[in-house]
């Protein structure tokens, strides 16, 4: 049985939909203090937020945007599920608790982190859409691999930080104003446009940043025992101390065409280019 939203609600306690029941929120916002229980059918049918601040837990139930937008913002410290079917859409879930939180491995559309914690991934991420992680706001990958789809944006105001897993961007733009931080053997893989013009890249060891497209900004670089990889098959401009405020630990240069010096450069590891590019 369906049931519409037909204006705006808070509730003060629990919500449960039960098993064979369905919530459309139309264009409407349904606040939750209590927890979530989702054991029939959630639907943004029409954008709409449902903001649960307390347990999430679709277990058994489905959660699905079926309209344009939407919003699911998650303030509790503890969700469980996103239920057995998951159909992002193309609405946004959003993780916004003041404290640390578990991101689901799933595949999202736009997902969003914000607020003070640390917000640690649980497996690996899809995203199809635009990621932004908000001022103080903290993406933890860890070991896992992330994936956004071309086309789309990465906005870094807060910190994403990767310790062995890969963060493949596919052509998105990154724009990091806060600080990207590379822990261990972690890579992160821009082969889309890569500006951090007032933030930071911050190595802790030896871990790589792969740059395929332009690159207008290192930020404050901080080199650790880094590789930095020029690897796209246009011609780049390599940024030169000036620019990202500290010297390279090891360059590498690839991928074809020619890679040009903007100014000095100082390179304190090892220097390498495969026999198809021209400096």
Same mark, same amino acid.
């Given at each position: 049985?369906?049931?519409?939203?037909?204006?705006?609600?808070?509730?003060?306690?629990?919500?449960?939909?039960?098993?064979?029941?369905?919530?459309?929120? @139309?264009?409407?916002?349904?606040?939750?203090?209590?927890?979530?229980?989702?054991?029939?059918?959630?639907?943004?049918?029409?954008?709409?937020?449902?903001?649960?601040?307390?347990?999430?837990?679709?277990?058994?139930?489905?959660?699905?945007?079926?309209?344009? @937008?939407?919003?699911?913002?998650?303030?509790?410290?503890?969700?469980?599920?996103?239920?057995?079917?998951?159909?992002? @859409?193309?609405?946004?879930?959003?993780?916004?608790?003041?404290?640390?939180?578990?991101?689901?491995?799933?595949?999202?559309?736009?997902?969003?982190?914000?607020?003070?914690?640390?917000?640690?991934?649980?497996?690996?991420?899809?995203?199809?859409?635009?990621?932004?992680?908000?001022?103080? @706001?903290?993406?933890?990958?860890?070991?896992?691999?992330?994936?956004?789809? =071309?086309?789309?944006?990465?906005?870094?105001?807060?910190?994403?930080?990767?310790?062995?897993?890969?963060?493949?961007?596919?052509?998105?733009?990154?724009?990091?104003?806060?600080?990207?931080?590379?822990?261990?053997?972690?890579?992160?893989?821009?082969?889309?446009?890569?500006?951090?013009?007032?933030?930071?890249?911050?190595?802790?060891?030896?871990?790589?940043?792969?740059?395929?497209? =332009?690159?207008?900004?290192?930020?404050?670089?901080?080199?650790?025992?880094?590789?930095?990889?020029?690897?796209?098959?246009?011609?780049?401009?390599?940024?030169?101390?000036?620019?990202?405020?500290?010297?390279?630990?090891?360059?590498?240069?690839?991928?074809?065409?020619?890679?040009?010096?903007?100014?000095?450069?100082?390179?304190?590891?090892?220097?390498?280019?495969?026999?198809?590019?021209?400096?």
């Amino acid at each position: 049985t369906a049931k519409t939203l037909q204006g705006d609600a808070n509730i003060a306690g629990n919500l449960n939909i039960k098993s064979g029941n369905e919530l459309n929120l @139309g264009n409407n916002i349904i606040t939750i203090t209590g927890t979530s229980d989702i054991d029939g059918v959630l639907d943004f049918n029409n954008g709409g937020q449902f903001r649960a601040n307390g347990t999430f837990d679709a277990t058994g139930g489905t959660v699905q945007f079926t309209g344009p @937008g939407g919003s699911l913002r998650l303030g509790g410290s503890t969700v469980t599920s996103l239920g057995n079917t998951f159909n992002e @859409g193309t609405g946004s879930v959003r993780y916004n608790h003041s404290g640390n939180q578990i991101v689901l491995s799933e595949t999202y559309y736009n997902l969003g982190i914000k607020n003070a914690g640390i917000k640690s991934a649980g497996g690996a991420l899809d995203i199809d859409g635009t990621l932004n992680i908000f001022p103080s @706001g903290e993406l933890a990958m860890g070991t896992y691999n992330a994936d956004v789809a =071309t086309g789309n944006n990465i906005n870094i105001d807060g910190t994403l930080s990767i310790t062995t897993g890969t963060f493949t961007t596919n052509g998105s733009t990154s724009d990091i104003n806060g600080t990207l931080m590379i822990n261990g053997a972690g890579t992160y893989d821009a082969n889309g446009e890569f500006d951090a013009t007032g933030g930071n890249v911050t190595f802790t060891g030896a871990g790589r940043l792969e740059l395929g497209g =332009t690159v207008t900004s290192l930020g404050t670089f901080t080199p650790g025992t880094s590789t930095v990889s020029y690897d796209g098959a246009i011609a780049q401009d390599i940024v030169d101390d000036l620019g990202s405020k500290g010297p390279y630990n090891n360059l590498d240069l690839d991928g074809g065409e020619e890679k040009n010096l903007t100014g000095n450069t100082t390179v304190n590891g090892v220097l390498s280019w495969s026999a198809n590019v021209d400096m």
